[in-house]
C-alpha cells in the first residue's frame, strides 16, 4: 500500500494519498538531481492547483527528509520489481495504489508484467477517471481492482477475481501503510501475503517507536503524529525491527530482512552534496515465501 488505503467513501483519493503524490513531484521539483525517483505524474493526477508548494504539509519541519523516505522506499520497491521480471516472475501487486505511477512511468517494464492495483473502490473509479483524462489510459497488463477494505473485504479473493494468478510467485508492495492499522491487521495482511506462491516476496515499510529516535527525529515524528490525528488518520502501530522480522516470520514466511536507512542511503544517497538525507523512522521489511 503507498499511502492510499484509507477513504472518505467519495470517489476522490484520500489526502494521505496526495501528500505522498506530491512529496515524490516536491523532491524533483525542490531537490538537486541526480533525482532518487523521476515523479511528477503523480501531480498531475492529484492536480492541486497554484501555490501547492506552499501547503502546511509541504513545509512542515524536517519535510526534506520525509520526501528523502518517500522516494527511497518508491525507488527500493521497483529496483525490487526489476530484478524479480529479470528472473522470470511476472506479478506485480500494490496494495492500497493511491497515485501511485509505476505503470505511466515504466511501461516497457509494466509490459512484461500483469500489475495490479488494490484499493478502495472510490479511488479506483476516480484513478481511472484521470488516467483517462490525461491520456493514459488503462492498459491491458494494469488491472485496478477495487476492494473495500472498510467492508471486510478479502484482497487475496479480490485479486483472484480479477485474474490474479495465486500459482505465480509474486512482487507484493504495501509501502506507507502499517502505521495507520492496528497490529490485528497488520498481522493478517502478512499471513495472507506468506500464503502466497513460493518465490514470492513481500516488501513493507513500518515506523520506529519514538523511544528508538534521537531526540530531533523525535519532534518531527511526534509533529507528523499530531498532524495525522487531526487529518483523521492517526499512527497506531509502530514496531522495532526485530518486532517486524518476528511478526513476517511467525506468519509463514521462510525469510524476513530488515532494511535499514542506512541500507537506503547507501543505495541511493551515498553521492549527494546537497544535504538530502533519510531519517531513522522508517524501515522496510523484505519477506520471502
Do not use: C
Not at 54 to 62: A, F, L, N
Not at 146 to 164: I, M, T
Not at 267 to 283: M, N, Q, T
Amino acid at each position: 500500500m503507498t499511502g492510499g488505503q484509507r477513504l472518505s467513501g467519495q470517489n476522490e483519493p484520500d489526502h494521505t494519498a496526495v501528500r505522498v503524490a506530491l512529496w515524490r513531484a516536491l523532491h524533483v521539483q525542490a531537490d538537486a538531481p541526480p533525482h532518487v525517483l523521476d515523479d511528477e505524474i503523480g501531480l498531475e493526477l492529484a492536480d492541486p492547483g497554484q501555490g501547492w508548494r506552499d501547503r502546511g504539509d509541504m513545509t512542515m519541519p524536517g519535510i526534506s527528509g520525509v520526501r528523502a523516505s518517500i522516494v527511497a522506499r518508491a525507488r527500493f520497491v521497483e529496483d525490487l520489481v526489476a530484478e524479480r521480471a529479470d528472473a522470470g516472475l511476472a506479478q506485480y501487486v500494490i496494495l492500497g495504489a493511491g497515485l501511485d505511477t509505476f505503470a505511466q512511468r515504466r511501461p516497457e517494464l509494466a509490459s512484461r508484467l500483469r500489475v495490479f492495483e488494490v484499493d478502495q473502490p472510490g479511488t479506483q473509479a476516480w484513478k481511472r477517471q484521470r488516467l483517462a483524462e490525461l491520456g493514459y489510459g488503462v492498459p491491458a497488463w494494469l488491472t485496478l481492482v477495487p476492494v473495500d477494505f472498510e467492508a471486510g473485504d478479502s484482497w487475496p479473493e479480490r485479486l483472484n477475481a480479477a485474474g490474479f494468478d495465486p500459482r505465480k510467485p509474486t512482487v507484493v508492495a504495501s509501502t506507507g501503510v502499517s502505521m495507520y492499522l492496528t497490529h490485528e491487521a497488520n498481522t493478517a495482511t502478512l499471513r495472507q501475503a506468506a500464503a502466497l506462491a513460493p518465490g514470492s516476496v513481500f516488501a513493507t515499510t513500518f515506523l520506529l517507536p519514538l523511544d528508538m529516535l534521537d531526540p530531533d527525529e523525535r519532534r518531527v515524528q511526534e509533529f507528523s503524529m499530531r498532524n495525522a490525528a487531526t487529518s483523521g488518520t492517526p499512527f497506531i502501530s509502530l514496531y522495532s525491527p526485530d518486532e517486524m522480522r518476528q511478526a513476517a516470520l511467525e506468519a509463514g514466511f521462510t525469510k524476513a530482512v530488515h532494511i535499514s536507512p542506512d541500507d537506503l542511503a547507501a543505495r541511493y544517497f551515498a553521492d549527494r552534496h546537497d544535504g538530502l538525507r533519510l531519517p531513522r523512522a522508517e524501515h522496510i521489511l523484505l519477506a520471502e515465501v
